[in-house]
């Protein structure tokens, strides 16, 4: 269960869980009301984890890079995205970009709907030349509930090489 991770909200609804349970000290009706709702929360979180590990191959996720990156212009990258669940589903999108870029905090949010397919674009500035290695996609799906996350790996790690723009020598061409 190495993709399987707690949510915030999970956090939050099982520490409230606690304070109930601290409560409970002092005013004794509140011990079978936290335990009762103990069950509850518990029997949810199973339903949360099967609806999330039932389906095999729940979400795919493709890069797709031009074959030259330009140096110092805006690069196009593309996503293809396809949720596989028949559920809607919250995505965190962590795009493992090259080094080089210094991006340390690359995400993307989305909603997918049931069978939905998505193309999404974001825009790199290369700054240096040279090879550019991209890691995996990483996407982290949660359900109706959202009280736990699944990780899904997708995108063998690539490689794009950067050359002199040639966006801008076409530019100085054609003066």
Same mark, same amino acid.
């Given at each position: 269960m190495?993709?399987?991770?707690?949510s915030?909200?999970?956090?939050?609804?099982?520490?409230?869980?606690?304070?109930?349970?601290?409560?409970?000290?002092?005013?004794?009706?509140?011990?079978?009301?936290?335990?009762?709702?103990?069950?509850?929360?518990?029997?949810?979180?199973?339903?949360?984890?099967w609806?999330?590990?039932?389906?095999?191959?729940?979400?795919?996720?493709?890069?797709e890079?031009?074959?030259? %990156?330009? %140096?110092g212009?805006?690069?196009?990258?593309? %996503?293809?995205?396809?949720?596989?669940?028949?559920?809607?589903i919250?995505?965190?999108?962590?795009?493992?970009?090259p080094?080089?870029?210094? +991006?340390?905090?690359?995400?993307?949010d989305e909603?997918?709907d049931?069978? +939905?397919?998505?193309?999404?674009?974001?825009?790199?500035?290369p700054?240096?030349?040279?090879?550019?290695r991209?890691?995996?996609i990483?996407t982290?799906?949660?359900?109706?509930?959202?009280?736990?996350?699944?990780?899904?790996?997708?995108?063998?790690?690539?490689?794009?090489?950067?050359?002199?723009?040639v966006?801008?020598?076409?530019?100085?061409?054609m003066?």
């Amino acid at each position: 269960m190495r993709s399987l991770f707690l949510s915030q909200r999970f956090y939050w609804m099982f520490g409230g869980l606690v304070v109930l349970f601290f409560l409970s000290f002092g005013l004794d009706f509140l011990f079978p009301v936290a335990k009762i709702l103990m069950l509850v929360l518990l029997m949810v979180l199973t339903i949360d984890i099967w609806l999330l590990y039932r389906t095999k191959n729940p979400f795919a996720s493709e890069r797709e890079l031009p074959e030259l %990156l330009s %140096l110092g212009d805006p690069n196009i990258i593309c %996503l293809q995205l396809k949720n596989n669940y028949r559920f809607k589903i919250s995505v965190k999108i962590i795009d493992e970009l090259p080094y080089q870029l210094q +991006e340390r905090d690359f995400v993307i949010d989305e909603e997918f709907d049931p069978q +939905e397919s998505r193309e999404i674009r974001y825009t790199i500035v290369p700054d240096d030349r040279g090879e550019y290695r991209f890691g995996r996609i990483n996407t982290f799906i949660s359900g109706y509930i959202g009280l736990v996350m699944r990780r899904v790996k997708g995108s063998k790690p690539m490689m794009g090489k950067v050359f002199p723009s040639v966006i801008q020598m076409k530019k100085l061409e054609m003066l």
